[in-house]
């Protein structure tokens, strides 16, 4: 750590400390001769020991952004390898980070959002023309200064790396989670400029909606989610930029640009575009039922079409035989009717759990799906008029979410939906299993940890009672054969992991062992002999519940 008051190089004088950061200090000093403020960021040769960055790399990196000059860029004047550290002497910025703004102020107006994403689409690109293009890779509000006139200056360049043409990958994986692509974590590719991309939609989502990417649950819902007033337009600019494929994302910051000087007219092209979809489909009804085809193509051209019913698109679209073709059919049979629940929910059961696990990009298709619009509402504000329908569908969305999210769950979003569904019209077992669902769902947000005091932040006698709670019951006639299985895997395996706090809490070793009973008592009368036992998926999940009791009996006999 540099003294406050001491003399760097004989002639940078530390006034005062201004930021701290993982490795590394900044001072605001003062060039005494020049009457000059400057900024001084002391990087500890100690904490790059501990990381993928070596001293080397880093007089490199630096070396190269000396010769770089933009507004929207600090100067840098000096590098000074002192003592222990490295202290890089640059531009001292007047001003407060985006991250202050936004912590203090909550969400900022969309236009100032769009205004500064402009300007750091401009930085952005003048850093990836550069031979080699210079790649920043940690664009974050935390890392943006908002200086007093409005403009913003991009800071703090410790991850920054030159694109190499002959690199497969990045040989080190740096960035903030939340906020950086997937291919700065390694197996996805070298790190471009689509990677900066990433990182200033996701910036842009934090900073419009208030809501952090790097806090749980960790993804980025569509802003119009959390405000509706929201534009359309920014709000497919930003999904755009946050696609995990980088092909799928702005290939440069130019046309990024344009769509952010235009994005008002995205507005009314998303719903000429609706329109035009609509036009389609009536269109291709019409010659369809006129020269008398019969097959289901007709029916998924005819989508708007009064004479073709929801009931029967439904059920030809559970007919087709190919995975993707009946998704296609499922979101043509939502657009009939948004408000009915049962294609939503076979959108669900039968294409994004039939391998038991909801992905990212599952998830994020579905919400792209509830944002459409038919006339003035959305397609969610359409179910939702529906409170049973809604209920339902939130209900069987809430699951997918608490036991498949990438294949283990994510129990924080879980509980946004599974308060949906307790909260509506569903029946009163269901009701009663989202409640305990959701309660469990906190649970997990505070297993392991402790308070101030040292105690445990969960209750497991409660946590247990509301566990047995959940699955008590004909779940596979509530519900279906899988959601039972996969209720009975997650008691066996909290029982597994959890048998000494349990047994701590006051829960006997006979009581979890006769869960375990109960459990294969449920699987005995209420699944084997009906045709659900016949679906592969269902043996499978039995095999791993069978894996899971086993394991949790031989808890129980150590523990004992």
Same mark, same amino acid.
């Given at each position: 750590?540099?003294?406050?008051?001491?003399?760097?190089?004989?002639?940078?004088?530390?006034?005062?400390?201004?930021?701290?950061?993982?490795?590394?200090?900044?001072?605001?000093?003062?060039?005494?001769?020049?009457?000059?403020?400057?900024?001084?960021?002391?990087?500890?040769? =100690?904490?790059?020991?501990?990381?993928?960055?070596?001293?080397?790399?880093?007089?490199?990196?630096?070396?190269?952004? @000396?010769?770089?000059?933009?507004?929207?860029?600090?100067?840098?004047? =000096?590098?000074?390898?002192?003592?222990?550290?490295?202290?890089?002497? %640059? =531009?001292?910025?007047?001003?407060?980070?985006?991250?202050?703004?936004?912590?203090?102020?909550?969400?900022? $107006?969309?236009?100032?959002?769009?205004?500064?994403?402009?300007?750091?689409?401009?930085?952005?690109?003048?850093?990836?023309?550069?031979?080699? $293009?210079?790649?920043?890779?940690?664009?974050?509000?935390?890392?943006?200064?908002?200086?007093?006139?409005? !403009?913003?200056?991009?800071?703090?360049?410790?991850?920054? @790396? /030159?694109?190499?043409?002959?690199?497969?990958?990045?040989?080190?994986?740096?960035?903030?989670?939340?906020?950086?692509? $997937?291919?700065?974590?390694?197996?996805?590719?070298?790190?471009?400029?689509?990677?900066?991309?990433?990182?200033?939609?996701?910036?842009?989502?934090?900073?419009?909606?208030?809501?952090?990417?790097?806090? $749980?649950?960790?993804?980025?819902?569509?802003?119009?989610?959390?405000?509706?007033?929201?534009?359309?337009?920014?709000?497919?600019?930003?999904?755009?930029?946050?696609?995990?494929?980088?092909?799928?994302?702005? /290939?440069?910051?130019?046309?990024?640009?344009?769509?952010?000087?235009?994005?008002?007219?995205?507005?009314?092209?998303? @719903?000429?575009?609706?329109?035009?979809?609509?036009?389609?489909?009536?269109?291709?009804?019409?010659?369809?039922?006129?020269?008398?085809?019969?097959?289901?193509?007709?029916?998924?051209?005819?989508?708007?079409?009064?004479?073709?019913?929801?009931?029967?698109?439904? &059920?030809?679209?559970?007919?087709?035989?190919?995975?993707?073709?009946?998704? &296609?059919?499922?979101?043509?049979?939502?657009?009939?009717?948004?408000?009915?629940?049962?294609?939503?929910?076979?959108?669900?059961?039968?294409?994004?759990?039939?391998?038991?696990?909801?992905?990212?990009?599952?998830?994020?298709?579905?919400?792209?799906?509830?944002?459409?619009?038919?006339?003035?509402?959305?397609?969610?504000?359409?179910?939702?008029?529906?409170? &049973?329908?809604?209920?339902?569908?939130?209900?069987?969305?809430?699951?997918?979410?608490?036991?498949?999210?990438?294949?283990?769950?994510?129990?924080?979003?879980?509980?946004?939906?599974?308060?949906? *569904?307790?909260?509506?019209?569903?029946?009163?077992? @269901?009701?009663?299993?989202?409640?305990?669902?959701?309660?469990?769902?906190?649970?997990?947000?505070?297993?392991?940890?402790?308070?101030?005091?040292?105690?445990?932040?969960?209750?497991?006698?409660?946590?247990?009672?509301?566990?047995?709670?959940?699955?008590?019951?004909?779940?596979?006639?509530?519900?279906?054969?899988? !959601?039972?299985?996969?209720?009975?895997?997650?008691?066996?395996?909290?029982?597994?992991?959890?048998?000494?706090?349990?047994?701590?809490?006051?829960?006997?070793?006979?009581?979890?062992?006769?869960?375990?009973?109960?459990?294969?008592?449920?699987?005995? &009368?209420?699944?084997?002999?009906?045709?659900?036992?016949?679906?592969? %998926?269902?043996?499978?999940?039995?095999?791993?519940?069978?894996?899971?009791?086993?394991?949790?009996?031989? *808890?129980?006999?150590?523990?004992?």
């Amino acid at each position: 750590m540099l003294e406050i008051g001491s003399l760097i190089d004989n002639k940078y004088k530390i006034l005062n400390k201004i930021g701290q950061g993982g490795m590394s200090t900044v001072y605001l000093a003062m060039n005494e001769r020049a009457n000059k403020q400057w900024a001084i960021k002391e990087i500890r040769k =100690d904490a790059m020991a501990n990381s993928d960055i070596t001293l080397q790399s880093l007089k490199n990196e630096i070396e190269m952004l @000396r010769n770089l000059s933009h507004p929207n860029l600090p100067s840098i004047i =000096d590098i000074i390898d002192y003592d222990d550290s490295l202290l890089i002497v %640059m =531009d001292y910025v007047e001003g407060n980070t985006l991250s202050k703004a936004v912590n203090e102020y909550g969400p900022q $107006p969309q236009e100032y959002v769009i205004e500064w994403a402009k300007q750091l689409c401009n930085v952005l690109g003048y850093l990836h023309s550069q031979n080699p $293009p210079i790649i920043y890779r940690d664009l974050k509000p935390g890392n943006i200064m908002l200086k007093p006139d409005g !403009t913003i200056v991009l800071i703090d360049f410790g991850t920054a @790396r /030159q694109y190499k043409e002959e690199n497969v990958e990045d040989t080190t994986c740096l960035g903030t989670r939340g906020y950086a692509a $997937p291919e700065q974590f390694g197996g996805h590719g070298q790190t471009d400029a689509r990677t900066d991309i990433y990182c200033l939609g996701s910036t842009m989502y934090h900073l419009v909606t208030g809501k952090n990417p790097s806090e $749980p649950p960790y993804e980025m819902y569509p802003i119009r989610y959390w405000n509706g007033a929201l534009s359309q337009g920014l709000e497919q600019i930003i999904l755009k930029c946050t696609q995990l494929d980088p092909s799928n994302r702005y /290939q440069n910051c130019a046309k990024l640009l344009y769509d952010l000087d235009h994005y008002d007219e995205l507005d009314n092209s998303y @719903r000429r575009g609706e329109k035009l979809k609509l036009g389609i489909f009536c269109t291709a009804a019409a010659l369809a039922l006129a020269a008398g085809i019969g097959s289901f193509a007709s029916y998924r051209h005819a989508s708007k079409f009064q004479m073709v019913s929801y009931d029967s698109m439904l &059920e030809q679209a559970t007919r087709v035989e190919t995975i993707d073709g009946m998704k &296609e059919a499922l979101i043509d049979t939502i657009s009939v009717d948004p408000a009915k629940p049962d294609a939503y929910i076979s959108l669900i059961d039968k294409i994004y759990l039939v391998d038991d696990v909801f992905t990212e990009d599952e998830a994020l298709e579905i919400r792209e799906l509830l944002i459409r619009t038919q006339g003035k509402a959305t397609y969610e504000q359409l179910l939702s008029q529906n409170e &049973e329908a809604y209920s339902l569908f939130a209900y069987r969305l809430g699951l997918a979410y608490f036991y498949n999210y990438n294949g283990e769950g994510n129990k924080q979003q879980s509980a946004y939906w599974l308060k949906k *569904a307790a909260d509506g019209g569903l029946d009163e077992a @269901r009701t009663a299993r989202a409640k305990r669902l959701g309660a469990i769902a906190d649970y997990y947000i505070n297993l392991g940890s402790v308070d101030k005091t040292g105690d445990t932040k969960v209750d497991y006698k409660q946590y247990w009672e509301d566990l047995v709670a959940v699955s008590s019951g004909n779940i596979a006639e509530i519900d279906n054969a899988n !959601t039972a299985l996969i209720i009975y895997k997650e008691m066996a395996s909290q029982i597994y992991s959890n048998i000494q706090n349990f047994a701590k809490s006051g829960v006997s070793y006979s009581d979890m062992e006769l869960q375990l009973i109960n459990i294969e008592k449920h699987v005995k &009368e209420d699944i084997a002999g009906t045709d659900a036992e016949d679906n592969e %998926m269902v043996k499978e999940l039995e095999e791993e519940l069978n894996t899971n009791i086993e394991k949790a009996r031989q *808890a129980i006999m150590l523990a004992e």
